[in-house]
């Protein structure tokens, strides 16, 4: 009887440790989440990145900055040209010939795969020789290849602004024939 009352004793007590074990687990389970949700900061959960340069201190070792004068003025210098030569011609062939092709009648290799591999349909017509593009002139011309178009690139950054006038001046010269002789 003393043996049954001894595991009756043990059995109780272990009962009666492991809500409290597990109790004791939660709330330090639940005080770890709250330490690592309450020291992080920004847009990070958890401060991992080491490098110097996202250190607080590394921004007392800045040099002490100037502030810009209020009449300052800014200045960037022209793009440089992007060709050996100052002829329409050339520009056209190294720039828009791909897609425009040789002629400028939208017959170009580029352009010809993105239409038949791609599917790709032309919202404005590639045809540099077409009546509509006939219409809008040198400066027509010239402000689509400024602005770009679609699929096709803005070319201000890649050629300068004489540049892209040249290559205007070819389409609508030589290219839709308006003035011959000046190819």
Not at 10 to 22: F, I
Request: aromatic share 8%; glycine share 10%; hydrophobic share 40%.
């Amino acid at each position: 009887m003393t043996k049954m009352l001894e595991n009756v004793k043990k059995l109780s007590l272990g009962s009666r440790r492991r809500p409290a074990k597990t109790l004791l687990m939660g709330v330090g389970l639940l005080i770890g989440l709250l330490a690592v949700i309450g020291c992080a900061q920004g847009s990070y959960p958890l401060d991992i990145f080491y490098e110097m340069h996202y250190q607080k201190s590394f921004k007392a070792h800045e040099p002490p900055r100037l502030s810009v004068p209020q009449s300052a003025v800014g200045w960037f210098p022209a793009p440089k040209a992007t060709s050996f030569t100052d002829d329409g011609q050339h520009l056209f062939q190294v720039n828009c010939s791909m897609c425009h092709g040789q002629n400028g009648q939208g017959d170009g290799p580029v352009l010809q795969r993105m239409m038949n591999v791609y599917g790709y349909t032309p919202v404005v017509t590639p045809d540099l020789t077409s009546d509509p593009v006939k219409a809008m002139g040198s400066l027509g011309v010239e402000g689509f290849m400024t602005s770009g178009l679609v699929v096709m690139p803005s070319f201000s950054k890649l050629m300068t602004d004489e540049e892209m006038r040249l290559t205007a001046e070819y389409i609508v010269n030589c290219l839709q024939g308006v003035n011959p002789q000046a190819c």
